[in-house]
């Protein structure tokens, strides 16, 4: 990330800005997932007597790969951070109680797979650094260096 926090240079030196845009998208993003994923977490497969949670998986792995997106294409943790903000919101929001008593997401145990599920491996993935790896010198410019030594 640049001193200024705006963002972070990729390989070719351009930098990504980071504006208020981009957390009020990634807000807005992670409101939508939230609300879609409290409402598809319920539905399961069977296969015997065992009851696969598959939407609650396949939601999760959508906030997964979408924070991780957001995070390596903006080079901070920040607007992977916001997203799964606003996903944590919209799933407390819709884990309370309603005024007629009804609950979106209820207190069954794929509900709690899905809530706490998603609450521990979103904050896994925003702690994750934007760049993985050791980031050493491009390819060019470690041909530039050995070309440069080969000539002294």
Request: charged fraction near 10%.
């Amino acid at each position: 990330m640049s001193a200024d926090g705006v963002g972070s240079p990729d390989r070719t030196g351009s930098i990504t800005p980071i504006t208020g845009w981009t957390f009020g998208w990634a807000l807005l993003a992670g409101l939508v997932l939230g609300m879609i994923g409290a409402f598809l977490q319920a539905a399961t497969f069977e296969v015997g007597p065992v009851t696969i949670p598959v939407w609650a998986i396949l939601v999760m792995l959508t906030l997964l790969v979408s924070i991780r997106a957001i995070t390596v294409s903006y080079g901070s943790r920040k607007p992977g951070s916001v997203f799964f903000l606003g996903w944590l919101i919209a799933s407390i929001v819709l884990a309370l109680p309603l005024p007629s008593g009804d609950q979106v997401i209820a207190d069954g145990a794929v509900q709690v797979f899905y809530f706490f599920g998603g609450v521990v491996l979103g904050s896994t993935f925003v702690s994750l650094p934007a760049a993985l790896g050791a980031r050493g010198p491009s390819k060019e410019e470690t041909n530039a260096a050995i070309r440069g030594n080969s000539n002294a």
